[in-house]
């Protein structure tokens, strides 16, 4: 009993230690810090101190723009510090990438947040210069300091001075060399932590450089310490190739956690530029766990080589350089992997290349140009005033197969690019892959780019152009659409981009993909094809009007910039107020409108808190939208559609200490163009197999010759001067009184095919003609609108006949007649007026309101407008209506009411219509005595063109309706001005 009674305590006891054991938490291994010292050359910043894990780490006091940490970490998590010194509180912070979802904790003035992994981060606090970490992994190849193979620098062979006081360049050479004699494979040249003045160095094969934590070679400067390797022509200035690999050496590394430092400033100064790192004419090279910093050229510029491997390493650039400090640029390489690095600077971190011979950087390159193939870019992090991650500008040797993946643009001009700016040959199977595009602060290239996606084709150097193809874009989460329309450009027809999927893009916090070029704000598009948009493709919008266009602007002020760049259409002109809060805009559409958006493109300077105001008169102006946190970029704003002839940006409060600066003020609304829609006739018409060109073209809504829609051109008697027409019919009769034409202007072509002599014609059957327009001798237009007015008339068919075509030079000089776009307009300027009255019955379906809404028909919610005055017996009753200000009128229309038994009812019988100035004098321009019940049609009243603000019609003779009493009542369905 005592023995069962024991082994049942015994088994008790063993089950609850179990409970225990199973109730305690995991145990969760430390992450191992380990630390570098200051170099001596360095200053601690005075803006932020660091731990990591409790461990201090050294932050380095660099820029104006950052400060940066380093360290090295295996395991994890490890818990970050970040105290912003000088400061009594955090108010805000930033981490990124964003990806990470990183959230800190605030205590006075730390932030703390867990890294999970190494990882490279960039945290900003309060209103504060950026702090970069660097946690890179723990190294697990450092090599000892001494020993068979290793050739310590420091050594008394070699003796190299580690206080920066003398050159070290002789020493460290003599162990490069000293390795590369080492036959018991790769010879380890290793240079303790200090800081080390070096000339050139040549790395050699089977070679491999160690830079312990804390140690820097530090270039001098002094143009006498270096040989002169290129001149760049565009600064006029030397270059020397600091470190680079002996022409045909194999199995290089070079490694370690410490600096190469370009000096960047000194050398600025005295005009001697630096590639840091050359790894040229090399197989078998390793880039692993350094800092390059301050370079006075392009940093790291491989170049006909192979087989490289970059990865862990930092560089750390300055944005108040001399120009061109680019990250790493890959140059007519093959296999190349650039892996886990961050790039910062002013120039392009992340890009890849390929020249000639003839040019600057390459004319002393050994060998022959090469192409470039199998690049990769991957996990890596870029921050820069130009292009994030980009192929380009030299494409002179053909680039195929390149990779930028898992990425993130920490804020840049450009997103991602492909500029085909210099060079014939091709670029093609360029991917970018789970790329995350956090910010777009800055502009770049001459037209100010500010978008997160450029990929063009340009002719930089007049060599003709190249071609790009087969490129995927997918898995792109774009935060910062940028301030700018991204661009889908190839040159022209013979120069294209061709093949090109987007995949997955998903647009400013949206839950779903994009399904058109539209939806991913690319606007700005040309000479491209074999689109595919995934999962789901819609077609494109047609691109609404923009009303403002050239219109007339008024500004509060000015800073040295012209208003009018504000609505030129060119989205590298601005308009820029003085630098105080109270600032202002306005457009003047010229005349009433019914607009229902605004879009602003803000340039840097943007408006934190501003209303859109619409206006019939430029002085009473009431808000139609507002905000008090507007963050620059684009803002597309919509309201309710509303009619305005003025509309104004009222900026209250700047969102930066600058002014306020519009790339473009557009405004959207109904643009009236009657030819929307309407059929196509033509005497002949080229319908081309890439579907550029076609008769459907001409009034596709498309302005502008672009890939998929150059417009319409004819197609025959093509050797010959002849006689070629093309028209469009209406559907019915409109009143008209405005065609525009727009030239073609594809590449090389603007304003070809536009005729020298030509009428435009109008019907209402197709059959009888009459002339509006004669032109002859009209001369090359340029490239814009070309319009053409006459006096309004009820037309249903306009016709364009060209009777002494042009001929065009890169056409063979054969005759065509050609348009990009044809447009039809008679503006109604009754929209949006005010209206006067006798008398008014008001109920749901009849109010004043009700006379120029658009209405034509009396239907149920707007059977117009008529009178409710001295019904019992025969008077006078009048509407008017105020067009905001002097207008050019020589018609008016006038819809009878048709509501079911009711067509005609209540029109007068004796009435007239008159215009004034100023509503007090009037001038009658109409008089009808006895006038018949009209039918279900307009009532269309011509008079000879004349300048008013205001239009009535004053009924003296009304007509009585059996079906209201027999009551006397003046009524219309819609009333119409042209």
């Given at each position: 009993m005592l023995q069962i009674k024991y082994g049942l305590g015994l088994f008790i006891a063993s089950f609850m230690m179990m409970l225990v054991l199973l109730a305690s938490p995991a145990h969760v291994s430390a992450a191992t810090i380990t630390t570098y010292g200051m170099p001596s050359i360095y200053s601690a910043s005075t803006t932020y101190s660091l731990k990591a894990d409790s461990n201090v780490?050294?932050?380095?006091?660099?820029?104006?723009?950052?400060?940066?940490?380093?360290?090295?970490?295996?395991?994890?998590?490890?818990?970050?510090?970040?105290?912003?010194?000088?400061?009594?509180?955090?108010?805000?912070?930033?981490?990124?990438?964003?990806?990470?979802?990183?959230?800190?904790?605030?205590?006075?003035?730390?932030?703390?947040?867990?890294?999970?992994?190494?990882?490279?981060?960039?945290?900003?606090?309060?209103?504060?210069?950026?702090?970069?970490?660097?946690?890179?992994?723990?190294?697990?190849?450092?090599?000892?300091?001494?020993?068979?193979?290793?050739?310590?620098?420091?050594?008394?062979?070699?003796?190299?001075?580690?206080?920066?006081?003398?050159?070290?360049?002789?020493?460290?050479?003599?162990?490069?060399?000293?390795?590369?004699?080492?036959?018991?494979?790769?010879?380890?040249?290793?240079?303790?932590?200090?800081?080390?003045?070096?000339?050139?160095?040549?790395?050699?094969?089977?070679?491999?450089l160690y830079l312990e934590g804390g140690a820097v070679l530090r270039f001098t400067g002094n143009p006498s310490d270096y040989t002169a390797n290129w001149h760049k022509n565009s600064q006029n200035r030397d270059v020397t190739w600091w470190i680079y690999t002996q022409n045909g050496s194999n199995n290089i590394k070079m490694y370690g956690r410490g600096t190469l430092d370009g000096n960047g400033q000194t050398a600025a100064a005295n005009n001697i530029g630096n590639n840091i790192i050359v790894p040229i004419g090399v197989s078998n090279f390793t880039l692993d766990g350094l800092i390059i910093r301050d370079s006075a050229s392009w940093a790291i510029t491989p170049a006909r080589s192979n087989d490289l491997t970059f990865q862990n390493f930092k560089i750390f650039n300055r944005f108040d350089a001399a120009g061109e400090n680019d990250g790493i640029d890959v140059m007519e390489s093959q296999n190349v992997t650039v892996q886990h690095a961050i790039g910062i600077g002013l120039d392009d971190p992340f890009t890849t290349?390929?020249?000639?011979?003839?040019?600057?950087?390459?004319?002393?390159?050994?060998?022959?140009?090469?192409?470039?193939?199998?690049?990769?870019?991957?996990?890596?992090?870029?921050?820069?005033?130009?292009?994030?991650?980009?192929?380009?500008?030299?494409?002179?040797?053909?680039?195929?197969?390149?990779?930028?993946?898992?990425?993130?643009?920490?804020?840049?001009?450009?997103?991602?690019?492909?500029?085909?700016?210099?060079?014939?040959?091709?670029?093609?199977?360029?991917?970018?892959?789970?790329?995350?595009?956090?910010?777009?602060?800055?502009?770049?290239?001459?037209?100010?780019?500010?978008?997160?996606?450029?990929?063009?084709?340009?002719?930089?150097?007049?060599?003709?152009?190249?071609?790009?193809?087969?490129?995927?874009?997918?898995?792109?989460?774009?935060?910062?659409?940028?301030?700018?329309?991204?661009?889908?450009?190839?040159?022209?027809?013979?120069?294209?981009?061709?093949?090109?999927?987007?995949?997955?893009?998903?647009?400013?916090?949206?839950?779903s993909p994009a399904t058109n070029l539209a939806g991913m704000n690319i606007l700005n598009t040309g000479f491209y094809s074999g689109l595919t948009i995934l999962p789901t493709q819609t077609p494109e919008p047609i691109q609404r009007t923009n009303l403002a266009l050239n219109k007339p602007v008024t500004v509060s002020s000015d800073s040295g910039s012209t208003a009018g760049w504000a609505v030129d259409g060119n989205i590298s002109t601005r308009w820029g107020s003085l630098r105080t809060d109270n600032e202002w805009i306005y457009v003047d559409l010229g005349s009433n409108r019914t607009i229902d958006g605004v879009k602003l493109l803000w340039e840097v300077a943007y408006g934190k808190s501003y209303q859109i105001q619409?206006?019939?008169?430029?002085?009473?102006?009431?808000?139609?939208?507002?905000?008090?946190?507007?963050?620059?970029?684009?803002?597309?704003?919509?309201?309710?559609?509303?009619?305005?002839?003025?509309?104004?940006?009222?900026?209250?409060?700047?969102?930066?200490?600058?002014?306020?600066?519009?790339?473009e003020f557009e405004v959207y609304g109904s643009d009236n163009n009657l030819a929307s829609g309407a059929s196509v006739t033509y005497s002949s018409s080229y319908e081309s197999s890439n579907g550029n060109w076609s008769y459907a073209k001409v009034n596709d809504g498309k302005r502008n010759s672009v890939s998929g829609s150059y417009g319409w051109t004819s197609n025959n008697s093509v050797t010959t001067n002849h006689t070629e027409n093309v028209t469009l019919d209406l559907g019915s009769n409109q009143m008209v009184n405005t065609v525009n034409l727009y030239p073609r202007n594809d590449s090389g072509n603007v304003g070809q095919g536009f005729p020298i002599d030509f009428t435009i014609q109008t019907s209402t059957d197709g059959v009888n003609w009459t002339t509006r327009v004669t032109r002859t001798s009209y001369a090359l237009p340029g490239n814009a609108v070309q319009s053409f007015e006459f006096p309004t008339a009820a037309v249903r068919y306009v016709r364009v006949e060209g009777t002494n075509l042009r001929q065009n030079a890169n056409d063979a000089n054969q005759y065509r007649m050609a348009f990009a776009e044809m447009e039809i307009y008679g503006v109604n300027h009754a929209a949006g007026a005010s209206a006067t009255f006798s008398s008014s019955y008001e109920s749901s379906n009849w109010s004043y309101s009700k006379l120029n809404d658009g209405q034509r028909n009396s239907v149920s919610g707007s059977y117009g407008w008529t009178t409710n005055n001295n019904l019992t017996s025969n008077h006078t009753e009048y509407v008017y209506l105020d067009l905001g200000s002097n207008q050019t009128v020589d018609t008016v229309n006038l819809y009878p009411r048709n509501d079911s038994g009711q067509?005609?009812?209540?029109?007068?019988?004796?009435?007239?219509?008159?215009?004034?100035?100023?509503?007090?004098?009037?001038?009658?321009?109409?008089?009808?005595?006895?006038?018949?019940?009209?039918?279900?049609?307009?009532?269309?009243?011509?008079?000879?063109?004349?300048?008013?603000?205001?239009?009535?019609?004053?009924?003296?003779?009304?007509?009585?309706?059996?079906?209201?009493?027999?009551?006397?009542?003046?009524?219309?369905?819609?009333?119409?001005?042209?």
């Open positions: 780490i050294p932050v380095v006091g660099y820029t104006g723009n950052y400060d940066y940490a380093h360290f090295s970490m295996s395991g994890g998590p490890v818990t970050i510090e970040v105290t912003a010194l000088g400061q009594s509180s955090i108010t805000s912070y930033n981490i990124s990438p964003k990806k990470l979802n990183l959230s800190g904790t605030i205590s006075g003035n730390k932030l703390t947040f867990t890294l999970a992994n190494d990882e490279y981060v960039i945290v900003k606090v309060n209103s504060s210069k950026e702090l970069i970490i660097a946690a890179d992994p723990a190294e697990t190849n450092k090599p000892a300091s001494s020993g068979t193979g290793v050739y310590n620098v420091k050594s008394t062979t070699y003796n190299a001075d580690s206080t920066g006081t003398t050159l070290a360049t002789s020493a460290i050479q003599s162990a490069i060399n000293d390795a590369n004699a080492y036959t018991g494979g790769q010879g380890i040249v290793y240079v303790p932590a200090g800081v080390y003045k070096v000339g050139n160095l040549q790395l050699k094969s089977d070679v491999a290349k390929t020249w000639d011979q003839a040019t600057d950087i390459s004319v002393n390159w050994p060998g022959t140009p090469n192409t470039l193939s199998n690049v990769t870019f991957d996990d890596v992090i870029s921050w820069t005033y130009c292009y994030g991650l980009k192929v380009g500008q030299g494409i002179r040797q053909m680039q195929d197969g390149i990779t930028f993946k898992n990425s993130v643009v920490y804020d840049a001009a450009v997103g991602i690019g492909i500029h085909h700016k210099y060079g014939t040959a091709a670029a093609k199977n360029i991917t970018f892959d789970n790329i995350d595009i956090e910010r777009l602060s800055y502009t770049n290239d001459s037209d100010n780019k500010r978008t997160w996606l450029a990929f063009l084709i340009q002719n930089g150097a007049g060599e003709g152009g190249g071609n790009v193809s087969t490129v995927s874009v997918k898995n792109i989460t774009v935060r910062d659409q940028g301030a700018n329309l991204g661009l889908l450009k190839g040159l022209d027809s013979s120069h294209l981009i061709n093949g090109i999927t987007f995949e997955n893009i998903y647009m400013l916090g949206s839950g619409v206006s019939a008169n430029a002085v009473n102006w009431s808000n139609v939208y507002s905000t008090t946190s507007g963050n620059g970029g684009t803002d597309d704003i919509s309201f309710s559609p509303t009619s305005a002839r003025y509309v104004r940006m009222n900026g209250t409060e700047r969102g930066t200490t600058y002014g306020y600066s519009l790339w067509v005609g009812r209540n029109f007068p019988i004796d009435f007239t219509i008159q215009t004034s100035t100023d509503g007090l004098n009037w001038t009658t321009r109409v008089t009808r005595t006895g006038y018949a019940l009209p039918g279900n049609a307009a009532q269309s009243f011509s008079f000879p063109t004349v300048s008013a603000r205001y239009v009535k019609v004053e009924g003296t003779n009304l007509r009585q309706n059996a079906s209201d009493a027999n009551q006397y009542r003046m009524a219309f369905a819609e009333m119409e001005i042209y």
